[in-house]
């Protein structure tokens, strides 16, 4: 998966175009919320793979970015994850995986 590896590029330390921190963002998102799509999709009778999940990800977020999904700043990044991180009722997660969530997506916004 491309958001994925965008992702490990964010943590390795490596330098970051917007695109790349956005797919970086998009990869989190998938890692962290990826289980709450497919149990949603399970309540609507369907199921979602990993390539599914990533694509409706995608959507929720190009419908956030907007005009900025093609250049995206770390503003518009920071205003898309709150945004997605309510969507997905993420208040309600454990500590420790919110804790991580925050620091990986703080890290991609200070990237750019």
């Not at 990869?27 to 009778?45: D, M, Q």
């Not at 979602?48 to 503003?75: C, F, Q, Y």
């Amino acid at each position: 998966m491309h958001v994925k590896k965008m992702l490990e590029k964010v943590n390795s330390g490596a330098a970051v175009t917007p695109v790349e921190a956005r797919d970086a963002m998009l990869g989190c998102f998938v890692t962290i919320h990826g289980e709450s799509l497919k149990r949603g999709a399970e309540l609507l009778g369907k199921s979602l793979s990993d390539a599914e999940a990533e694509k409706h990800a995608t959507v929720i977020m190009k419908g956030l970015l907007g005009n900025n999904w093609d250049n995206p700043t770390s503003r518009s990044l920071h205003d898309a994850r709150i945004v997605m991180d309510r969507k997905m009722s993420f208040s309600k997660a454990p500590k420790d995986l919110r804790d991580m969530h925050d620091q990986t997506c703080n890290l991609i916004v200070s990237k750019l």
